[in-house]
C-alpha cells in the first residue's frame, strides 16, 4: 500500500477568490488515495509552497501583486498547472476597470492601511503564466476536479447543460415575458426556456451535471462558453443566445437583451466574452478545456 510520500503531490494555491473550489474539491474524497495534498492554505498549516509539484490547481484571480508573485512562484515549482474555476480564468466578480465606481472609492479610502497594492483590475491567470489545463465552473463540481486530476486526457465532457439537463423542449409552448430567477415553481418536466426562465444552458459547457438546471434553477453560464463559441467574437455567442429565444419563445427582443445584460446575471456571462477581449491572451483551445 502505497504511504502519502510515494503519491504524486498536488498542491492548491488560492489567489484573489472566495475559496468556494476549494470547499468543492474538499467535497471529494477521492484524491485522498490517489494523491498527496502537500499544500492549501485553507486546510493545510503551511505557508511554504514545495518545490516539486506534480499538478498545481490555482484558484482565484490575479488581483493584487502578491497574488501576481504567488502565480509566477507556484508555475516555477509545478510541473503541471491547472486553472480552476470562473475568477481563474476571467478574474471573476472581482474585476473592477478603470473608472469604476467601486475602485475609485476603495483607492480613496482612508482605511486602505497595510493591503496589498492593487492591480487595474482582476486578470485570469494565463495573462501571466502558461496554463496546461482549464477547468471552469463557480465552483467546479468535485468529479470535475476528479477528472481533472486523474483522466484529463480522456475526459468525456457534455458538450452543453441541456444534454445532461433531461427537461423537455416543447414547440407549443412559448412564453411570452421572462419569469425572474426566482418566481414560480417550475415545472420539472419541461425545459426553463419554454417556461420563461433565462437559463444559458444551451451555450453554456457541459460537465456539471445540470445541478442547477435539473432542480429548476436556471444555468447562468458558470461553466463558460461550449467548444462551439470559444474564442468567439462577445457577438457571435450573444447572437446565438438571443436565436434560441427568438425560436422558443414569443419574448421581445428588447426584453431578451435587456434580461441578457441585466447585472445578476452578466457577472456570469462575461465569461463568454472574456475569451476574447483580451488579444494578449493565449487561444483556450478545447482541447485544454475539462
Request: charge should be neutral; glycine fraction near 8%.
Amino acid at each position: 500500500m502505497e504511504t502519502p510520500s510515494d503519491l504524486p503531490k498536488f498542491a492548491v494555491l488560492q489567489l484573489s477568490g472566495c475559496s468556494g473550489c476549494e470547499v468543492s474539491l474538499l467535497n471529494s474524497d477521492e484524491w485522498i488515495s490517489n494523491f498527496n495534498l502537500v499544500y492549501m492554505p485553507l486546510v493545510v498549516s503551511t505557508h511554504k509552497l514545495p518545490e516539486d509539484i506534480e499538478v498545481l490547481l490555482v484558484s482565484g484571480g490575479v488581483r493584487t501583486d502578491e497574488d501576481l508573485h504567488n502565480l509566477h512562484k507556484g508555475a516555477s515549482r509545478s510541473k503541471k498547472l491547472i486553472a480552476v474555476g470562473t475568477c481563474a480564468l476571467s478574474g471573476g466578480i472581482a474585476q473592477i476597470p478603470e473608472g469604476h465606481i467601486s475602485r475609485e472609492s476603495y483607492l480613496d479610502s482612508s482605511h486602505r492601511l497595510r493591503l496589498p497594492s492593487m492591480l487595474p483590475r482582476a486578470y485570469p491567470i494565463d495573462k501571466f503564466v502558461h496554463v496546461d489545463l482549464y477547468l471552469p465552473g463557480c465552483p467546479p463540481t468535485p468529479e470535475l476536479f476528479i477528472t481533472a486530476l486523474k483522466e484529463a486526457e480522456n475526459a468525456r465532457i457534455a458538450s452543453i447543460v441541456c444534454q445532461e439537463c433531461g427537461r423537455k423542449k416543447l414547440t407549443n409552448m412559448r412564453p411570452t415575458s421572462i419569469s425572474g430567477p426566482r418566481s414560480g415553481t417550475p415545472d420539472p418536466e419541461i425545459c426553463l426556456i419554454n417556461q420563461g426562465y433565462l437559463c444559458l444552458g444551451t451555450s453554456t459547457r457541459g460537465g456539471c451535471g445540470a445541478l442547477c438546471t435539473r432542480p429548476g434553477h436556471a444555468c447562468v453560464g458558470c461553466r463558460g462558453p461550449a467548444n462551439p463559441y470559444l474564442n468567439k467574437d462577445p457577438e457571435f455567442v450573444l447572437d446565438n443566445l438571443r436565436r434560441v429565444f427568438t425560436r422558443m419563445t414569443d419574448i421581445p427582443i428588447e426584453e431578451i437583451n435587456a434580461a441578457l445584460a441585466s447585472p445578476w446575471l452578466s457577472l456570469f456571462l462575461g465569461q463568454f466574452t472574456d475569451y476574447t477581449q483580451d488579444q494578449s491572451l493565449p487561444q483556450r483551445t478545447k482541447e485544454k478545456m475539462i
